[in-house]
């Protein structure tokens, strides 16, 4: 079973940079496929990105596409996301989520099995 645990959020201004980290425990974290969701406050949570188990291959949400990097150490059993030129309306609380198998890239809630209790981002204007 892999159990996930987000960190890195916090509160940042408009054009600004933060990266979360979600660190992975179990031993078939490296089978995984990781993605990154969101929900703000009132809406539905949604996909930001995910990524194949070796990196090989991304997926981004076109709001986020040219702005965050998703990449993973598997020797660290752990997934970042790397977020510039924050925006406010990129506040939201951040999910890691793993998916198998590994080589694939679900944008769909439904596809992943595990989840980590999440990390807050507030992008202030």
């Known amino acids: 079973q892999v159990q996930l645990v987000e960190s890195g959020g916090g509160l940042v201004q408009a054009g600004g940079s933060l990266r979360l980290t979600c660190a992975a425990s179990?031993?078939?974290?490296?089978?995984?496929?990781m993605g990154w969701f969101r929900q703000a406050a009132g809406k539905e949570r949604e996909f930001v990105s995910v990524l194949t188990w070796n990196g090989g291959r991304t997926d981004y949400a076109d709001s986020v596409k040219g702005r965050f990097t998703i990449s993973r150490d598997n020797a660290k059993n752990t997934v970042y996301l790397q977020m510039n030129s924050l925006k406010p309306e990129d506040t939201a609380v951040y999910y890691c989520?793993?998916?198998?198998?590994?080589?694939?890239?679900?944008?769909?809630?439904?596809?992943?099995?595990?989840w980590g209790q999440g990390t807050q981002v507030t992008v202030s204007s």
């Open positions: 179990g031993r078939t974290f490296n089978d995984h496929s």
């Open positions: 989520a793993a998916h198998f198998p590994g080589n694939e890239l679900p944008s769909a809630m439904s596809e992943y099995t595990r």
